[in-house]
């Protein structure tokens, strides 16, 4: 995840901001994110993923494997991270991947 403040999230999502504020809370509860302050606007928090959360990231890849392989017939889904591309049944995510900067994206 790139965006980390919640404006940013809702835009690149779509989500109706009553839901994804309720999905962000759960999130929190559950570990998978964390609320800090933003280290350009310290008087805001910005939602980040916790080492729990970036653990999922193999979990997910192997999703989209699946899902690819089994469910569809448009292009397959890639894990993006700020320029490069993770894609589904390479080997374990490095350090770079662990970043809480994933997203998914359509090739």
């Not at 980040?48 to 999703?63: F, K, N, P, Q, S």
């Not at 989209?64 to 397959?76: A, C, H, M, V, Y």
């Not at 320029?83 to 991947?97: E, L």
Request: contains cysteine.
């Amino acid at each position: 995840m790139g965006n980390h403040r919640f404006r940013q999230i809702a835009k690149n999502t779509g989500a109706p901001t009553d839901r994804l504020s309720a999905r962000l809370k759960s999130l929190v509860a559950d570990g998978v994110l964390e609320r800090r302050p933003l280290p350009d606007d310290p008087r805001h928090d910005g939602y980040y993923l916790t080492e729990a959360g970036r653990d999922l990231l193999g979990v997910i890849r192997e999703l989209l494997r699946w899902g690819d392989r089994w469910l569809t017939t448009s292009p397959p889904m890639k894990l993006r991270h700020h320029d490069h591309d993770f894609t589904p049944g390479r080997s374990a995510p490095t350090a770079a991947s662990r970043s809480p900067k994933a997203r998914c994206t359509r090739m």
